[in-house]
């Protein structure tokens, strides 16, 4: 864990100024998370990076709380809210499974861009489901690079033995979607911008 925070806070500044990837696929997964939000929602993001997308969610909830494992990344985020003067939004540097928040209390969880770089996702799907009110949302996006991208199953733990590369977990999308129903949520929407781009996913807990 203390390499792939140090990668990760090596990174941060260089991360920060880089341009959104596909802006239109990032616009309509935006899009479709406040279509499921209302004003009153506690939400809970898990891997927020340096905070662009828990910012412009903000003006739609109640309160966000944002966490990330990198201690640069939270405070280039913190710097952000101080910027657009942002009052229901907080960032922590955390992890999940540190977190002590009381069950079935939250509205909504954001896990966007972090579960395939977590080592054990199952466990943290099972701590979301736990967090959240019936009929409450888990949002993710998610790369699943055992759907193609054969020759990282090669270089990827090379690179993360050496440092270059932060770790990588290697699954596809069925089994992904299969960790979301075993642990008890219902698939509400899937939709991805092209083969081989990351899942988009919003799952809810029934209730």
Same mark, same amino acid.
């Given at each position: 864990?203390?390499?792939?925070?140090?990668?990760?806070? =090596? $990174? *941060?500044?260089?991360?920060? &100024?880089?341009?959104?990837?596909?802006?239109?696929?990032?616009?309509? =997964?935006?899009?479709?998370? +406040?279509?499921?939000?209302?004003?009153?929602?506690?939400?809970? &993001?898990?891997?927020?990076?340096?905070?662009? /997308?828990?910012?412009?969610? *903000?003006?739609?909830?109640?309160?966000? +709380?944002?966490?990330?494992?990198?201690?640069?990344? $939270?405070?280039? *985020?913190?710097?952000? /809210?101080?910027?657009?003067? $942002?009052?229901?939004?907080?960032?922590? #540097?955390?992890?999940?499974?540190?977190?002590?928040?009381?069950?079935?209390?939250?509205?909504?969880?954001?896990?966007?861009?972090?579960?395939?770089?977590?080592?054990?996702?199952? *466990?943290?799907?099972?701590?979301?489901? #736990?967090?959240?009110?019936?009929?409450?949302?888990?949002?993710?996006? /998610?790369?699943?690079?055992?759907?193609?991208?054969?020759?990282?199953?090669?270089?990827?733990?090379?690179?993360?033995?050496?440092?270059?590369?932060?770790?990588?977990? $290697?699954?596809?999308?069925?089994?992904?979607?299969?960790?979301? /129903? #075993?642990?008890?949520?219902?698939?509400?929407? #899937?939709?991805?911008?092209?083969?081989?781009?990351?899942?988009?996913?919003?799952?809810?807990?029934?209730?």
């Amino acid at each position: 864990m203390v390499q792939a925070t140090q990668f990760w806070d =090596k $990174i *941060a500044e260089k991360y920060s &100024e880089q341009p959104i990837a596909d802006e239109a696929a990032y616009q309509k =997964k935006l899009a479709v998370t +406040r279509n499921y939000f209302h004003p009153e929602m506690e939400v809970l &993001e898990i891997g927020c990076g340096t905070g662009s /997308t828990a910012i412009l969610h *903000a003006p739609y909830v109640k309160h966000i +709380r944002a966490i990330d494992f990198s201690e640069k990344m $939270i405070a280039i *985020a913190q710097g952000k /809210t101080e910027v657009e003067d $942002i009052h229901n939004l907080t960032f922590e #540097q955390a992890l999940i499974e540190d977190l002590d928040i009381p069950d079935q209390s939250l509205d909504a969880v954001l896990a966007l861009s972090i579960l395939h770089l977590l080592r054990d996702k199952e *466990a943290a799907i099972s701590q979301v489901y #736990q967090m959240l009110k019936p009929g409450g949302i888990f949002v993710t996006s /998610t790369a699943c690079v055992g759907d193609g991208m054969s020759f990282f199953r090669l270089i990827g733990p090379v690179g993360g033995r050496l440092g270059l590369l932060p770790f990588i977990g $290697i699954f596809t999308s069925q089994a992904l979607t299969d960790s979301l /129903t #075993q642990a008890g949520f219902e698939l509400d929407y #899937q939709w991805q911008s092209g083969k081989g781009k990351a899942l988009f996913i919003v799952a809810k807990k029934s209730g």
